[in-house]
């Protein structure tokens, strides 16, 4: 798995490129095996600056071949084609013996002389007479670490006097480079340019754009680029490496648009580091091999203390090992430390340590960390473990797995835990609190699908009551999150609560969880009192931003059912934060309340809550609530219109979902409504019905209406009357019983209609009455319109009251920001208008409907629109105006703006600032521009921005 692009080096590559094209002149590049030195040459080819040299590359090798001069020779091999051009000086005939196959455009070769040196001399002249003759050329030499002794006298000569319009670079390794090699390029004539560029380690962010970059993703996760950069100490070839393997083996998997990791440990060291590393340790002494195994075992760079103590050694002994293998460059000097300079370097070796001798330098290692201030706890816990010390282990995975966690890191937590209640011997008593902290980790780490069966079976153990409750409460949150048992998790909840006495703030949070209406055969009125009860408890929680956390919960059920009391307790929590949340778990209130205001159409609210919310996980780096946060936003974008860019960014956050369907489902329902309204009906229809399905089956009935309205609208334009019926009965079958009457009275206008091209109109005109009475005193903003819709859909006997209707959802839809909804109406609206002989007035609202679509982008909707309005005789405009232009392929000014500042190193969050976005707008046209621009990294961004700015200037110089 190879980059197409050159990945955080392009800074590099400028003044590469900038040297060369300003021949006579050298460029050093120095670097580590697997740094990128071979990449960044080849990307050379490439550049409009040198496009008139000629490039000539040749490498040196490690098994050298008899003939001296190779990396030369290899250069030049392929130049026959154009030898056939040029008139060679008679010298050149001396390279006849080492370039045969070009014999035949060669001069003659001369007499022999009887002095080698003199005949290597006259080689060397040929050599250059060659080259001027190529030149304006660049001769490449890679390598040169393992370069001749022949080649290095070459380059010597070469550089002495270089011809005019030639570039040289030299690529070697600087850990294993001869003095001599160095020292070629230290005294050149004054008119030869020279550089030298030390190419460093990729950070995480550059491993991260290298892994989007092979494997065609927009980004990875920033844990995957932590947990590659950590491996692969940021060396694209080594990246690249560990990315084919975890392919091959089956760890790196296709998901849907892009690339999953299914495990990120227990993978091999490819096989050129191992042999390159363990060849290099094999003539050490006895003693500095003994440290490099611990060096190994130890893994990560530890100070002097500790490597000695693994091995066993007094100072002195450890001081003249240590000496040889820093002065061999197997180990590496790291802020005072010591230790391999990458990580598969070190387990390169680990890997040839006999298994009994591992498991004893992993003992002696977990004994010398523990004395360390303070003690590296994960450390000393994976030593223990490959010692066979299980017991140990245990207590000090527990430890190491609290530390995680006050530090922020849930998944290393899963990791840690999950291995000891696997496989370590444990009683009930341990294993219980163990099981607690790992279920409310993997929620946390967006994991929760992975412990079921474990946090289940200690369950079944014989456990202290107070454990039990707590465990049998998390179990149920654990199953919720995953969306996997909703009655097995109300029963764990049930019982949580008379087992919870002692815990008010998991009481209160499970009778919470046992109001959330979840279960399709459960009616509302079982759930409310569980929330009542919840209220009682909370003032007894004493811990404030829990409670706050708890009144976000509370509410949220609330808002879809149109209960007003939700404002009563978003009053509460804005009073306690002062409308700027500071805790996660009023960071997780804002989203609560805010998503949900967002499926119930008060979208001011939702926009308040959800953007603070916003702004307050980014700054905290709360990377499961931003994306909550995050899918909230995109479905409101999604429900005002706001859908620029939003088709790319909702890609980014489905994948970034992928695996954890409860988190991702309200996201997904955005790309399945946005091909609908593009027209891509086939996969319109594959992404609704599976998701209808998928929300049903997860309770989701407060996101349901979106989906169900696209899908009865795509089965009635492909005239499938029956599904579109089904799929009404399918919500009105919810709605009621759950009583979701906010959210759900979205969709009353497409179930009316689904019913009354079954031919069941009166039954539709009774279920818009028993809406009408239902919601009758409740808080739900998105009623007015809807009932004027449907009843406009009604009476489609009478076109002119149907306009009339129409005409009125429209507007209040346009009041409360719902512009796909208002346009449907005053298309619908028109058509009557039509059938009422008032072409006038229809060609107003068809125009205006038209407007709307186009301004979303709605070219499916905008398409029937204009193709009925021809119909009809009315003239609607044939291209867009007003509102917001189509830039097509093209990048929106807006676009390029934000493009440019994050090609010059600009931050999401730096781009918000200067121009007064979101991040999740800057989010958005960032990758709109990397799709429009055909590049796959920010960095390549800045390339091809250069480009089109180079094509505009030729202008019309190009075919």
Not at 438 to 463: C, M, N, P, T
Not at 526 to 537: G, H, K, N, S, T
């Amino acid at each position: 798995m190879v980059s197409p692009t050159l990945v955080g080096r392009s800074a590099e590559l400028e003044r590469l490129a900038a040297v060369v094209s300003s021949p006579p002149s050298v460029v050093v590049v120095d670097g580590e095996a697997g740094i990128g030195k071979t990449r960044l040459v080849t990307e050379l080819a490439a550049r409009p600056e040198v496009a008139d040299q000629r490039l000539l590359v040749g490498r040196c090798h490690r098994i050298r071949e008899s003939f001296p001069l190779g990396p030369v020779i290899e250069a030049l091999r392929g130049v026959g084609e154009a030898l056939a051009a040029v008139t060679l000086s008679p010298v050149a005939g001396a390279l006849r013996p080492l370039l045969p196959e070009l014999a035949d455009l060669l001069p003659p070769a001369p007499e022999p002389l009887d002095d080698r040196a003199a005949e290597r001399h006259r080689m060397f002249r040929g050599l250059v007479g060659l080259l001027e003759s190529l030149s304006p050329a660049v001769l490449v030499l890679e390598d040169l670490h393992w370069a001749d002794e022949q080649t290095a006298d070459f380059v010597r000569y070469l550089l002495a006097e270089p011809p005019p319009k030639l570039s040289l670079v030299l690529t070697f390794r600087g850990e294993e480079v001869e003095p001599g090699i160095r020292a070629l390029t230290a005294a050149l004539p004054a008119a030869t340019g020279r550089a030298e560029i030390v190419l460093a380690p990729l950070d995480r962010e550059r491993t991260g754009e290298l892994a989007a970059a092979i494997m065609d993703l927009n980004r990875v996760s920033d844990e995957f680029a932590g947990y590659l950069r950590e491996r692969t100490s940021g060396l694209p070839f080594a990246i690249e490496e560990l990315l084919a393997l975890m392919r091959a083996r089956g760890t790196l998997i296709r998901r849907g648009s892009g690339w999953a990791r299914r495990a990120l440990d227990e993978l091999d060291v490819p096989a050129g580091i191992r042999d390159s590393v363990l060849e290099r340790v094999s003539g050490l002494t006895t003693p500095a091999r003994t440290l490099v195994e611990v060096a190994a075992v130890l893994q990560v760079p530890v100070a002097h203390g500790v490597l000695f103590a693994t091995a066993g050694w007094t100072g002195e002994q450890g001081n003249r090992a240590l000496e040889e293998a820093l002065s061999a460059g197997v180990l590496a000097a790291q802020r005072g430390d010591y230790g391999f300079r990458h990580l598969l370097a070190a387990q390169a070796v680990y890997e040839a340590i006999p298994q009994p001798r591992r498991g004893e330098l992993h003992g002696r290692a977990a004994d010398a960390l523990r004395v360390n201030t303070p003690v590296p706890l994960g450390q000393v816990a994976h030593h223990l473990r490959y010692a066979g010390r299980l017991e140990e282990w245990a207590v000090a995975a527990g430890r190491a797995a609290d530390q995680a966690i006050g530090l922020g890191n849930d998944a290393e937590a899963v990791r840690l835990l999950e291995a000891v209640l696997r496989h370590a011997p444990l009683t009930p008593e341990q294993a219980g609190p163990l099981a607690v902290t790992l279920a409310r980790s993997a929620i946390e780490a967006l994991r929760a699908g992975e412990v079921v069966d474990l946090v289940g079976a200690v369950l079944d153990l014989d456990l202290a009551p107070e454990v039990r409750g707590e465990l049998r409460f998390r179990l149920g949150l654990v199953l919720h999150e995953a969306g996997d048992d909703p009655k097995r998790a109300a029963r764990l909840f049930a019982a949580a609560v008379d087992e919870l006495d002692d815990r008010p703030d998991l009481k209160a949070w499970a009778m919470v969880m046992l109001g959330i209406p979840v279960t399709p055969d459960v009616a509302l009125a079982e759930y409310r009192p569980w929330l009542m009860r919840a209220l009682e408890v909370i003032p007894d929680v004493g811990d404030p931003p829990f409670e706050v956390f708890l009144l976000g919960k509370i509410a949220m059920v609330l808002v879809p059912i149109g209960d007003p009391v939700w404002r009563e307790l978003l009053a509460r929590i804005e009073a306690r934060t002062g409308g700027q949340p500071r805790h996660r778990r009023e960071v997780n209130a804002y989203w609560s309340v805010g998503a949900e205001a967002c499926f119930a159409g008060h979208y001011d609210v939702a926009d308040r809550l959800l953007t603070t919310g916003r702004r307050v996980a980014d700054a905290s780096e709360s990377a499961r609530l931003a994306l909550s946060l995050r899918s909230a936003l995109a479905l409101l974008d999604l429900c005002r219109g706001s859908w620029t860019g939003l088709g790319d960014e909702v890609g980014v956050l489905i994948d970034e979902l992928a695996g954890h369907p409860r988190a991702s489902i309200d996201v997904q329902v955005v790309p399945a409504v946005l091909a609908l309204a593009r027209g891509e009906l086939d996969e319109a229809h594959r992404l609704l019905g599976d998701l209808v399905d998928q929300i049903e089956e997860l309770g989701g009935f407060d996101v349901l209406p979106l989906p169900v309205t696209a899908l009865i609208r795509l089965a009635l334009a492909r005239d499938d009357v029956a599904l579109a019926a089904a799929t009404a009965d399918r919500l009105l079958a919810v709605v009621e019983p759950k009583g979701v009457w906010a959210a759900g009275v979205r969709a009353l206008p497409a179930a009316v209609e689904a019913l009354v091209a079954a031919g069941r109109g009166a039954e539709a005109a009774i279920v818009v009455d028993r809406y009408e009475a239902a919601v009758a005193g409740l808080d739900t903003p998105l009623a007015v319109p809807a009932f004027h819709h449907a009843r406009g859909i009604l009476q489609a006997g009478d076109p002119a009251s149907a306009a009339r209707e129409l005409t009125v959802a429209a507007d209040h839809y346009a009041a409360l920001s719902c512009p796909y909804e208002a346009a449907q109406a005053r298309e619908r609206a028109g058509l009557a208008l039509l059938e009422a002989d008032r072409a006038d007035d229809a060609g107003g609202a068809l125009r205006a409907a038209l407007a709307g679509f186009r301004e979303l982008g709605a070219s499916w909707d905008a398409g029937r629109v204009a193709q009925a309005a021809r119909q009809h005789g009315v003239t609607v405009p044939v291209h867009h105006r007003g509102g917001r232009p189509s830039y097509g392929a093209e990048l929106s000014p807006r676009e390029r703006e934000v493009a440019e500042l994050a090609a010059a190193g600009r931050t999401n969050k730096e781009i918000a600032a200067d121009l007064y976005l979101s991040v999740n707008t800057v989010a958005r046209h960032i990758t709109a521009a990397m799709r429009k621009l055909g590049v796959t990294s920010r960095v390549a961004i800045i390339h091809r921005l250069r480009d089109e700015a180079g094509q505009v200037e030729t202008g019309g110089q190009q075919n």
